[in-house]
Protein backbone atom coordinates (compact mmCIF):
# COMPACT_ATOMS: atom_id res chain seq x y z
CA UNK A 1 0.00 0.00 0.00
CA UNK A 2 1.57 3.17 -0.82
CA UNK A 3 1.66 5.73 2.08
CA UNK A 4 -0.07 9.58 2.18
CA UNK A 5 2.75 11.39 0.51
CA UNK A 6 3.14 9.09 -2.34
CA UNK A 7 -0.42 9.29 -2.80
CA UNK A 8 -0.63 13.15 -2.82
CA UNK A 9 1.93 12.89 -5.38
CA UNK A 10 0.28 10.82 -7.35
CA UNK A 11 -2.92 12.97 -7.38
CA UNK A 12 -0.65 16.16 -8.54
CA UNK A 13 1.09 14.53 -11.59
CA UNK A 14 -2.16 13.56 -12.60
CA UNK A 15 -3.76 16.92 -12.45
CA UNK A 16 -0.38 18.42 -14.27
CA UNK A 17 -0.71 15.80 -16.54
CA UNK A 18 -4.60 16.54 -17.40
CA UNK A 19 -3.98 20.12 -17.22
CA UNK A 20 -0.99 20.35 -19.44
CA UNK A 21 -2.79 18.14 -21.91
CA UNK A 22 -5.71 20.64 -22.18
CA UNK A 23 -3.41 23.49 -22.68
CA UNK A 24 -1.82 21.42 -25.79
CA UNK A 25 -5.44 20.36 -26.79
CA UNK A 26 -6.72 24.17 -26.84
CA UNK A 27 -3.71 25.16 -29.00
CA UNK A 28 -4.65 22.29 -31.26
CA UNK A 29 -8.26 22.94 -31.59
CA UNK A 30 -7.50 26.69 -32.77
CA UNK A 31 -5.51 25.23 -35.88
CA UNK A 32 -8.86 23.36 -36.86
CA UNK A 33 -6.86 20.01 -37.44
CA UNK A 34 -8.71 16.93 -36.46
CA UNK A 35 -11.98 19.03 -36.64
CA UNK A 36 -13.59 15.51 -37.10
CA UNK A 37 -13.37 14.55 -33.32
CA UNK A 38 -15.96 17.23 -32.01
CA UNK A 39 -18.43 15.06 -34.02
CA UNK A 40 -22.04 15.93 -32.87
CA UNK A 41 -21.56 17.51 -29.89
CA UNK A 42 -21.44 16.87 -25.89
CA UNK A 43 -23.41 16.35 -22.87
CA UNK A 44 -21.70 17.52 -20.02
CA UNK A 45 -21.39 16.44 -16.60
CA UNK A 46 -22.04 18.82 -13.37
CA UNK A 47 -22.70 18.23 -9.78
CA UNK A 48 -22.45 21.24 -7.50
CA UNK A 49 -22.62 24.88 -8.97
CA UNK A 50 -22.28 26.88 -6.31
CA UNK A 51 -19.27 30.00 -5.18
CA UNK A 52 -15.67 28.90 -5.10
CA UNK A 53 -14.75 27.21 -1.49
CA UNK A 54 -10.97 27.31 0.13
CA UNK A 55 -10.46 24.69 2.51
CA UNK A 56 -7.38 22.32 3.13
CA UNK A 57 -9.10 19.18 3.21
CA UNK A 58 -11.87 19.16 -0.24
CA UNK A 59 -11.58 15.21 -1.30
CA UNK A 60 -14.25 15.97 -3.99
CA UNK A 61 -13.11 19.38 -5.48
CA UNK A 62 -13.40 18.29 -8.83
CA UNK A 63 -17.35 17.76 -8.49
CA UNK A 64 -17.72 21.86 -7.54
CA UNK A 65 -17.69 24.50 -10.41
CA UNK A 66 -18.67 27.97 -9.65
CA UNK A 67 -21.52 29.65 -11.22
CA UNK A 68 -19.35 32.17 -13.30
CA UNK A 69 -17.35 29.34 -14.69
CA UNK A 70 -20.94 27.55 -15.99
CA UNK A 71 -21.45 31.03 -17.34
CA UNK A 72 -18.59 31.46 -19.51
CA UNK A 73 -18.67 28.18 -20.88
CA UNK A 74 -21.93 28.20 -22.33
CA UNK A 75 -21.01 30.90 -23.56
CA UNK A 76 -18.08 29.84 -25.25
CA UNK A 77 -19.84 26.49 -26.60
CA UNK A 78 -22.24 29.32 -28.15
CA UNK A 79 -19.52 31.33 -29.79
CA UNK A 80 -18.09 27.86 -30.91
CA UNK A 81 -21.60 26.85 -32.71
CA UNK A 82 -23.27 24.64 -30.64
CA UNK A 83 -26.57 24.70 -30.35
CA UNK A 84 -28.35 23.78 -26.91
CA UNK A 85 -30.51 20.83 -26.97
CA UNK A 86 -32.46 18.91 -23.78
CA UNK A 87 -31.56 15.67 -23.10
CA UNK A 88 -34.69 13.93 -24.14
CA UNK A 89 -34.58 15.59 -27.21
CA UNK A 90 -31.43 14.75 -28.24
CA UNK A 91 -31.77 11.24 -30.62
CA UNK A 92 -34.48 13.41 -32.80
CA UNK A 93 -32.10 15.70 -33.20
CA UNK A 94 -28.98 13.66 -33.76
CA UNK A 95 -30.99 12.04 -36.44
CA UNK A 96 -31.82 15.44 -38.19
CA UNK A 97 -29.39 15.93 -40.93
CA UNK A 98 -29.79 19.69 -41.13
CA UNK A 99 -29.46 20.04 -37.43
CA UNK A 100 -27.75 24.05 -36.72
CA UNK A 101 -24.67 22.59 -35.13
CA UNK A 102 -22.79 20.95 -32.42
CA UNK A 103 -25.44 19.91 -29.74
CA UNK A 104 -24.77 20.96 -26.30
CA UNK A 105 -26.36 19.06 -23.77
CA UNK A 106 -26.26 19.92 -19.62
CA UNK A 107 -27.08 16.86 -16.88
CA UNK A 108 -26.40 17.63 -13.07
CA UNK A 109 -26.14 14.25 -10.73
CA UNK A 110 -27.55 14.04 -7.03
CA UNK A 111 -29.95 17.31 -7.20
CA UNK A 112 -28.19 19.50 -4.93
CA UNK A 113 -29.79 22.63 -3.79
CA UNK A 114 -27.39 24.67 -5.28
CA UNK A 115 -28.31 23.92 -8.57
CA UNK A 116 -31.77 25.71 -7.72
CA UNK A 117 -29.71 28.94 -6.61
CA UNK A 118 -27.09 29.11 -8.66
CA UNK A 119 -26.92 27.27 -11.79
CA UNK A 120 -30.74 27.60 -12.95
CA UNK A 121 -30.18 31.40 -13.29
CA UNK A 122 -27.40 30.60 -15.34
CA UNK A 123 -29.14 28.32 -17.31
CA UNK A 124 -31.99 31.03 -17.67
CA UNK A 125 -30.29 33.33 -18.46
CA UNK A 126 -28.71 31.57 -22.01
CA UNK A 127 -32.00 29.69 -22.74
CA UNK A 128 -30.11 26.19 -21.94
CA UNK A 129 -32.09 23.11 -21.16
CA UNK A 130 -31.15 21.18 -18.61
CA UNK A 131 -31.43 18.05 -17.33
CA UNK A 132 -31.06 17.14 -12.94
CA UNK A 133 -31.05 13.29 -12.12
CA UNK A 134 -32.14 12.33 -8.66
CA UNK A 135 -32.01 9.84 -6.13
CA UNK A 136 -35.03 8.77 -4.07
CA UNK A 137 -33.15 8.03 -1.09
CA UNK A 138 -31.53 11.74 -1.16
CA UNK A 139 -34.88 13.01 -1.50
CA UNK A 140 -36.03 11.23 1.07
CA UNK A 141 -33.64 11.78 3.42
CA UNK A 142 -33.21 7.88 3.94
CA UNK A 143 -29.68 7.31 2.41
CA UNK A 144 -26.57 9.40 2.77
CA UNK A 145 -24.07 10.71 0.28
CA UNK A 146 -21.29 8.37 1.60
CA UNK A 147 -18.17 10.78 0.04
CA UNK A 148 -19.82 13.77 1.93
CA UNK A 149 -19.96 11.77 5.30
CA UNK A 150 -16.17 10.96 4.76
CA UNK A 151 -15.35 14.33 4.02
CA UNK A 152 -17.24 15.63 7.23
CA UNK A 153 -15.79 13.09 9.63
CA UNK A 154 -12.14 12.68 7.75
CA UNK A 155 -12.02 16.61 8.36
CA UNK A 156 -12.55 16.49 12.00
CA UNK A 157 -10.49 13.44 13.00
CA UNK A 158 -6.90 12.95 13.96
CA UNK A 159 -7.40 9.38 13.52
CA UNK A 160 -9.54 6.68 11.08
CA UNK A 161 -10.44 3.70 12.56
CA UNK A 162 -11.90 1.83 9.90
CA UNK A 163 -13.17 -1.79 8.25
CA UNK A 164 -12.11 -1.42 4.80
CA UNK A 165 -13.52 -5.10 4.19
CA UNK A 166 -10.78 -6.77 5.82
CA UNK A 167 -10.71 -6.15 9.02
CA UNK A 168 -10.00 -2.56 11.06
CA UNK A 169 -7.00 -0.82 10.10
CA UNK A 170 -6.07 2.85 11.53
CA UNK A 171 -5.28 5.59 9.33
CA UNK A 172 -3.17 8.74 10.80
CA UNK A 173 -5.52 11.07 9.49
CA UNK A 174 -3.75 14.61 11.24
CA UNK A 175 -3.08 16.64 7.94
CA UNK A 176 -4.45 16.91 4.60
CA UNK A 177 -1.99 14.97 2.99
CA UNK A 178 -3.06 11.87 5.53
CA UNK A 179 -7.03 12.63 5.32
CA UNK A 180 -6.77 12.78 1.80
CA UNK A 181 -4.76 8.86 1.13
CA UNK A 182 -7.89 7.81 3.90
CA UNK A 183 -10.64 9.58 1.78
CA UNK A 184 -8.78 8.03 -1.60
CA UNK A 185 -8.50 4.40 0.48
CA UNK A 186 -12.12 4.64 1.07
CA UNK A 187 -13.13 5.59 -2.55
CA UNK A 188 -11.10 2.43 -3.57
CA UNK A 189 -12.96 0.32 -1.31
CA UNK A 190 -16.09 1.02 -2.65
CA UNK A 191 -15.13 0.29 -5.75
CA UNK A 192 -14.37 -2.61 -5.29
CA UNK A 193 -16.64 -4.02 -2.98
CA UNK A 194 -20.75 -4.05 -2.31
CA UNK A 195 -21.19 -0.46 -0.89
CA UNK A 196 -23.54 -0.51 1.51
CA UNK A 197 -22.01 -2.73 4.21
CA UNK A 198 -19.05 0.06 4.14
CA UNK A 199 -21.49 3.22 3.75
CA UNK A 200 -23.23 2.32 6.94
CA UNK A 201 -20.23 0.95 9.06
CA UNK A 202 -18.83 4.86 7.68
CA UNK A 203 -22.52 6.30 8.63
CA UNK A 204 -22.23 4.93 12.04
CA UNK A 205 -18.53 6.26 12.42
CA UNK A 206 -19.94 9.30 11.83
CA UNK A 207 -22.85 9.79 14.26
CA UNK A 208 -20.40 8.62 16.87
CA UNK A 209 -18.43 11.87 16.16
CA UNK A 210 -21.55 13.91 16.07
CA UNK A 211 -21.87 13.61 12.85
CA UNK A 212 -25.51 12.99 10.76
CA UNK A 213 -25.16 11.60 7.69
CA UNK A 214 -28.76 12.19 6.47
CA UNK A 215 -28.25 15.43 8.35
CA UNK A 216 -25.95 16.67 5.13
CA UNK A 217 -27.99 15.43 2.96
CA UNK A 218 -30.75 17.40 4.09
CA UNK A 219 -29.05 20.41 3.99
CA UNK A 220 -27.18 19.82 0.58
CA UNK A 221 -30.27 18.14 -1.20
CA UNK A 222 -33.27 19.69 -2.49
CA UNK A 223 -36.33 18.14 -1.16
CA UNK A 224 -39.65 17.44 -3.17
CA UNK A 225 -41.23 20.32 -2.91
CA UNK A 226 -38.16 21.97 -4.48
CA UNK A 227 -37.86 19.65 -7.20
CA UNK A 228 -41.68 19.60 -8.01
CA UNK A 229 -41.29 23.26 -8.32
CA UNK A 230 -38.07 23.43 -10.48
CA UNK A 231 -39.48 20.55 -12.47
CA UNK A 232 -42.26 23.00 -13.53
CA UNK A 233 -39.98 25.75 -15.06
CA UNK A 234 -39.46 25.77 -18.85
CA UNK A 235 -36.14 24.61 -18.95
CA UNK A 236 -35.82 21.64 -16.27
CA UNK A 237 -36.31 18.30 -16.59
CA UNK A 238 -35.97 15.44 -13.80
CA UNK A 239 -34.37 12.20 -14.86
CA UNK A 240 -33.85 8.91 -12.84
CA UNK A 241 -30.70 8.24 -10.59
CA UNK A 242 -31.55 5.48 -8.39
CA UNK A 243 -32.52 5.01 -5.33
CA UNK A 244 -29.63 4.59 -3.21
CA UNK A 245 -27.26 5.83 -5.61
CA UNK A 246 -25.54 2.26 -5.73
CA UNK A 247 -22.55 1.24 -8.39
CA UNK A 248 -25.30 -1.17 -9.95
CA UNK A 249 -22.45 -3.74 -11.14
CA UNK A 250 -22.17 -4.75 -7.58
CA UNK A 251 -25.90 -5.75 -7.33
CA UNK A 252 -27.63 -8.90 -8.41
CA UNK A 253 -29.87 -8.44 -11.51
CA UNK A 254 -32.89 -8.54 -9.22
CA UNK A 255 -31.93 -5.45 -7.00
CA UNK A 256 -30.56 -3.55 -9.82
CA UNK A 257 -33.77 -3.48 -11.68
CA UNK A 258 -35.72 -2.51 -8.24
CA UNK A 259 -32.88 0.10 -7.74
CA UNK A 260 -33.31 1.79 -11.33
CA UNK A 261 -37.96 0.78 -11.18
CA UNK A 262 -38.11 2.32 -8.06
CA UNK A 263 -36.49 5.67 -9.07
CA UNK A 264 -38.61 5.94 -11.77
CA UNK A 265 -41.66 5.67 -9.40
CA UNK A 266 -40.07 8.18 -7.30
CA UNK A 267 -39.98 10.77 -9.92
CA UNK A 268 -43.20 9.86 -11.02
CA UNK A 269 -44.33 10.88 -7.51
CA UNK A 270 -42.82 14.39 -7.98
CA UNK A 271 -43.47 15.35 -11.78
CA UNK A 272 -46.45 13.52 -12.40
CA UNK A 273 -44.55 11.88 -15.52
CA UNK A 274 -42.66 8.77 -15.77
CA UNK A 275 -38.60 10.40 -16.45
CA UNK A 276 -37.86 8.83 -19.71
CA UNK A 277 -33.76 9.23 -18.83
CA UNK A 278 -31.47 7.72 -17.00
CA UNK A 279 -27.70 8.13 -15.03
CA UNK A 280 -26.25 5.85 -14.03
CA UNK A 281 -24.55 6.39 -10.54
CA UNK A 282 -20.79 6.51 -11.01
CA UNK A 283 -21.32 5.35 -14.59
CA UNK A 284 -18.08 4.62 -15.56
CA UNK A 285 -17.01 1.01 -17.06
CA UNK A 286 -16.58 -0.70 -13.51
CA UNK A 287 -20.37 0.88 -12.68
CA UNK A 288 -22.45 -0.02 -15.55
CA UNK A 289 -22.20 -2.32 -18.63
CA UNK A 290 -24.11 -3.96 -20.81
CA UNK A 291 -26.83 -5.89 -18.29
CA UNK A 292 -27.14 -2.56 -17.17
CA UNK A 293 -27.95 -0.86 -20.60
CA UNK A 294 -30.19 -3.95 -21.11
CA UNK A 295 -32.28 -2.86 -17.88
CA UNK A 296 -32.45 0.91 -19.27
CA UNK A 297 -34.14 -0.33 -22.23
CA UNK A 298 -36.18 -2.99 -21.05
CA UNK A 299 -37.65 -0.73 -18.66
CA UNK A 300 -38.32 2.12 -21.07
CA UNK A 301 -35.85 4.50 -21.33
CA UNK A 302 -35.40 7.23 -24.35
CA UNK A 303 -31.69 7.47 -23.14
CA UNK A 304 -29.32 6.39 -20.37
CA UNK A 305 -25.76 8.57 -19.92
CA UNK A 306 -23.06 7.04 -18.48
CA UNK A 307 -19.84 9.12 -17.38
CA UNK A 308 -17.63 7.73 -19.81
CA UNK A 309 -16.08 10.44 -21.51
CA UNK A 310 -16.64 11.33 -24.81
CA UNK A 311 -18.26 13.58 -27.28
CA UNK A 312 -21.46 12.29 -30.03
CA UNK A 313 -21.31 10.91 -33.04
CA UNK A 314 -23.56 9.47 -35.56
CA UNK A 315 -23.01 5.72 -33.95
CA UNK A 316 -24.60 7.37 -30.84
CA UNK A 317 -28.13 6.94 -32.09
CA UNK A 318 -27.48 3.25 -32.05
CA UNK A 319 -26.37 2.98 -28.84
CA UNK A 320 -28.77 5.42 -27.08
CA UNK A 321 -28.24 3.30 -23.43
CA UNK A 322 -24.95 4.23 -23.07
CA UNK A 323 -23.81 7.51 -24.17
CA UNK A 324 -21.02 8.97 -22.59
CA UNK A 325 -20.43 12.60 -20.68
CA UNK A 326 -17.85 15.40 -20.22
CA UNK A 327 -16.96 16.51 -17.01
CA UNK A 328 -16.70 19.79 -15.96
CA UNK A 329 -14.11 19.21 -13.72
CA UNK A 330 -13.68 21.70 -10.44
CA UNK A 331 -9.74 21.32 -11.00
CA UNK A 332 -9.94 22.83 -14.38
CA UNK A 333 -12.05 25.86 -14.13
CA UNK A 334 -10.59 27.72 -17.46
CA UNK A 335 -12.37 28.73 -20.19
CA UNK A 336 -10.04 27.40 -23.26
CA UNK A 337 -10.37 24.00 -21.32
CA UNK A 338 -14.03 23.57 -22.61
CA UNK A 339 -13.14 24.36 -25.77
CA UNK A 340 -10.47 21.68 -25.64
CA UNK A 341 -12.81 19.12 -24.17
CA UNK A 342 -16.01 20.02 -26.81
CA UNK A 343 -13.22 19.75 -29.68
CA UNK A 344 -13.43 15.61 -28.96
CA UNK A 345 -9.42 15.53 -29.59
CA UNK A 346 -8.86 14.30 -26.11
CA UNK A 347 -10.73 11.44 -26.15
CA UNK A 348 -9.68 10.79 -29.44
CA UNK A 349 -6.07 10.65 -28.17
CA UNK A 350 -6.31 8.75 -24.17
CA UNK A 351 -9.95 7.85 -24.09
CA UNK A 352 -10.47 10.15 -20.83
CA UNK A 353 -9.46 13.66 -19.88
CA UNK A 354 -11.26 13.16 -16.50
CA UNK A 355 -9.71 13.22 -12.99
Known amino acids: MFGPKTVAARRMLKRTAIQGGLEAVSLLSKTGLMSGARGSGAIFTLHHVRPAIHKAFNPVAHLTITPEFLDVSIAKLKADGHVPVALEDLPEFLANPDRPGPAMVFTLDDGYRD ?109 EAELRELAETPLASLGAHTISHPNLAHLTAEQMRTEISQSVERVTEITGKAPNTLAYPYGDRCAAGPREYQAAQDLGFKLAVTTNPGTLHAESLAKPFSLPRISLNGYYQKCRYVGALASGIPFAFTGSAQG
Open 115 to 223: NNQFARPVFEKHGVPYTIFISGGFVDRTHSIWWETAEQLLSQIDEFIFDFGDGKETLPVRTPTEKYAAFDRLHKALACNEQQPIVERLGAQARDAGICPTGIVDREVMG
